[in-house]
Structures are given as C-alpha cells and as structure tokens.
C-alpha cells in the first residue's frame, strides 16, 4: 500500500521494523512453549521458510523465476529485505542471549 506513495525502499524501512518487532515479541513465547535448546537453528529453519515461501509467491505473483528472484535480491530493495531476513533468523538467539527486546 505504501509503495504507490513512497517508492519500495522507504516502504521496506517503514515494514522491517514492524515485522522484526512483531518477531521479537513472539520469539520468547515460542521460545518458552516449544523448549527450544537451539534457538539459532530455529531462526535458521523459519528462515528457509520464510525464504521458500517468498520464492513461492514471487513465481505465483510475479511470474518469476529462479534467477529473477536471485536477482531481486542484488537490487537497493533487495538488500533491505535481506538485512532484515538476516536479523529474522537471528532473533531467537539474540532474544535468548538477551541482545533482542523483551516481549514478555
């Protein structure tokens, strides 16, 4: 809705930190519900996910391919984007380590 308005990369800066915020609110409950001893290869695992559902839509959505959406990601957005997947697969470990805001 924001990018019509503002352009993508100003939309990605206004979406990361709410989805990011979203994450790390919900990391803990999760977290303490699933008894997760290896919250890092938790991140890990809902990042590809996170990364096979994207494709997914890209193909649906776009009509791209393989190599269009490995492509997307060497544009200014797609940079943005995978900063923000980045710090995605992170939060748990960080939460655990108490490097990420509580949610609790």
Known sequence: ???PAIGRVPALLVELPLLLGFCAWIAPKILRRCAV???LAMGLCALALL???EFCVGVAV???DFADWL???A???GL???AGYVVFA???AMRQRGLAPRGD
């Open 75 to 77: 544009t200014l957005p």
């Open 71 to 73: 492509a997307d990601f």
């Open 51 to 53: 990364l096979i559902l």
């Open 62 to 64: 776009r009509g791209w």
């Open 80 to 82: 943005v984007t995978l």
């Open 90 to 92: 992170a939060l748990p």
């Open 1 to 3: 809705m924001l990018v």
């Open 37 to 39: 001893r290896a919250p």
